[in-house]
């Protein structure tokens, strides 16, 4: 329900990518989840068996209220996106993945999906001063084990230097930072 109302205020703003009001929402939302006694963020979670990504695909899921985009690359890296485009808040799953890039159906920005680093954006001409890598779609730690792929639910906008260690064992899931 609240992915719909984003969506929908999303959708019929004409804000620039990244408005004063974009930040202002991440910034409450981040918030909003750290006053949240009922969820355990930065830890790892199972979000889904390996076996059920197929080849090329995309998966959704929704850990924590937040909705999900997996995929695999075709280097065999599982990924999770937050699956909201950064543009305009389609979801990513939506559009197309081609074994490196996440294409989104709206406006074809394509974002790589291990990085989550922007690639491309197609409308943009060669007089654009926009920087298209410095454009990111939300994404989390991921990492398969045990035969799922376990992505890391860290509580707001956080950039690791490493990735944070998953324990061995499947039934210790407490991550180290
Ligand atoms: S909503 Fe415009 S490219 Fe995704």
Not at 66 to 75: A, I, N
Not at 106 to 117: E, M, V
Not at 131 to 147: L, M, N, S
Request: glycine fraction near 6%; charge should be positive; aromatic fraction near 12%.
């Amino acid at each position: 329900m609240k992915l719909e109302r984003q969506f929908a205020t999303r959708m019929s703003d004409r804000a620039p990518v990244y408005s004063k009001e974009d930040i202002a929402s991440d910034a409450a939302e981040t918030a909003e989840r750290r006053a949240d006694p009922g969820f355990l963020w930065d830890f790892w979670y199972p979000a889904a068996r390996s076996s059920a990504i197929p080849w090329r695909k995309l998966l959704t899921a929704v850990l924590l209220e937040v909705p999900l985009v997996l995929g695999r690359s075709d280097e065999g890296k599982a990924f999770a996106l937050r699956d909201a485009c950064p543009h305009r808040g389609i979801p990513l799953s939506y559009g197309r993945f081609d074994g490196r890039n996440v294409e989104c159906s709206y406006h074809g920005w394509k974002f790589d999906g291990c990085s989550a680093q922007c690639v491309e954006i197609p409308s943009l001409t060669s007089q654009d001063k926009l920087k298209v890598d410095r454009i990111f779609a939300g994404h989390f730690p991921c990492q398969e084990q045990d035969g799922f792929v376990w992505v890391y639910m860290h509580s707001g906008r956080r950039t690791f230097r490493r990735r944070p260690a998953l324990e061995r064992s499947a039934r210790n899931t407490r991550a180290r930072t």
